[in-house]
């Protein structure tokens, strides 16, 4: 049992970490506010001056961030979909199917995950190039991006489906219900926050998604966020204020939606730790 003087020294801990992972989110806020001198002043100042709050509207305007923001959904939600369908039905049977095959596959499903999206942009840009997918460069992209997330999904369901009793698969299949109906009616619904909770990181994650965009979208008007982000970056000049201005819109509505949903996010990933 922890003694209260232990627990002030873990809570000031926790605290002083807190506050070293939350400081680069609060320097791009105030950043974004700050004037182009006030941005290279020495000292640094750690409350703007004179807050510039037009920026925020003029690079909206400018920028046509509404474009960018509208693909960045588009490209998260077809991802989140597409793996949300494909990889729970593969999470149920790694959990319920055990053998030396199953065992290959999830050692292949590992390994997929630790391959970065920079090795793997070269061949998948050719094999789409091949088939003709690449005049459809937003769903080349949910492709690829799914290609990349599933493991991950797949290794966080997995968890959670292995949390449900086998036994009440076969209570359903003695009351005459198939495999696929136990699943469906039985399965699925006890194991819902976990799959929930595993497509909404899916979408965080495809949301901020720049590798494979920047390379396989060309066209303007087509592409996510996260590369009209990088297009302020200019071989002469960087509009430090603007990109802090346009990264706080774009990373805000994330921020928010993880801090409303914390809990949830929490148990869902908990959910397959303890039986």
Same mark, same amino acid.
């Given at each position: 049992?922890?003694?209260?003087?232990?627990?002030?020294?873990?809570?000031?801990?926790?605290?002083?970490?807190?506050?070293?992972?939350?400081?680069?989110? *609060?320097?791009?806020?105030?950043?974004?506010?700050?004037?182009?001198?006030?941005?290279?002043?020495?000292?640094?100042?750690?409350?703007?001056?004179?807050?510039? !709050?037009?920026?925020?509207?003029?690079? !909206?305007?400018?920028?046509?961030?509404?474009?960018?923001? !509208?693909?960045?959904?588009?490209?998260?939600?077809?991802?989140?979909?597409?793996?949300?369908?494909?990889?729970?039905?593969?999470?149920?049977?790694?959990?319920? *199917?055990?053998?030396?095959?199953?065992?290959?596959?999830?050692?292949?499903?590992?390994?997929?995950?630790?391959?970065?999206?920079?090795?793997?942009?070269?061949?998948?840009?050719?094999?789409?190039?091949?088939?003709?997918?690449?005049?459809?460069?937003?769903?080349?992209?949910?492709?690829?991006?799914?290609?990349?997330?599933?493991?991950?999904?797949?290794?966080?369901?997995?968890?959670?489906?292995?949390?449900?009793?086998?036994?009440?698969?076969?209570?359903?299949?003695?009351?005459?219900?198939?495999?696929?109906?136990?699943?469906?009616?039985?399965?699925?619904?006890?194991?819902?926050?976990?799959?929930?909770?595993?497509?909404?990181?899916?979408?965080?994650?495809?949301?901020?998604?720049?590798?494979?965009?920047?390379?396989?979208?060309?066209?303007?008007?087509?592409?996510?966020?996260?590369?009209?982000?990088?297009?302020?970056?200019?071989?002469?000049?960087?509009? !430090?204020?603007?990109?802090?201005? *346009?990264?706080?819109? *774009?990373?805000?509505?994330?921020?928010?939606?993880?801090?409303?949903?914390?809990?949830?996010?929490?148990?869902?990933?908990?959910?397959?730790?303890?039986?």
């Amino acid at each position: 049992m922890m003694t209260p003087h232990l627990n002030r020294i873990y809570l000031g801990a926790a605290i002083v970490f807190a506050i070293i992972y939350l400081f680069p989110l *609060y320097w791009m806020y105030v950043t974004a506010l700050k004037s182009g001198s006030e941005i290279f002043a020495y000292p640094p100042t750690f409350i703007p001056k004179d807050p510039q !709050w037009g920026v925020f509207s003029h690079v !909206w305007e400018v920028r046509g961030m509404g474009r960018f923001i !509208w693909n960045s959904l588009v490209i998260a939600t077809g991802t989140m979909i597409l793996v949300a369908g494909l990889g729970t039905g593969c999470s149920y049977v790694l959990a319920r *199917y055990r053998n030396i095959w199953i065992d290959v596959a999830l050692f292949l499903v590992l390994m997929l995950q630790v391959l970065p999206a920079s090795l793997m942009i070269t061949p998948l840009f050719v094999g789409f190039s091949a088939v003709g997918l690449l005049d459809y460069p937003r769903f080349a992209v949910i492709l690829a991006v799914t290609a990349k997330a599933m493991p991950f999904f797949v290794i966080l369901v997995r968890a959670t489906f292995m949390a449900v009793p086998a036994e009440l698969e076969e209570a359903a299949l003695v009351d005459g219900n198939s495999r696929v109906g136990a699943f469906v009616s039985v399965v699925l619904p006890l194991a819902r926050n976990g799959v929930l909770v595993s497509a909404i990181l899916i979408f965080m994650q495809a949301f901020g998604e720049f590798v494979y965009s920047k390379s396989i979208i060309q066209d303007v008007n087509l592409q996510p966020a996260s590369v009209g982000l990088n297009a302020f970056m200019g071989p002469n000049t960087v509009e !430090w204020n603007n990109i802090m201005a *346009y990264a706080t819109i *774009y990373v805000t509505p994330i921020l928010a939606a993880f801090v409303l949903l914390q809990q949830r996010i929490v148990a869902g990933l908990t959910s397959g730790a303890l039986k």
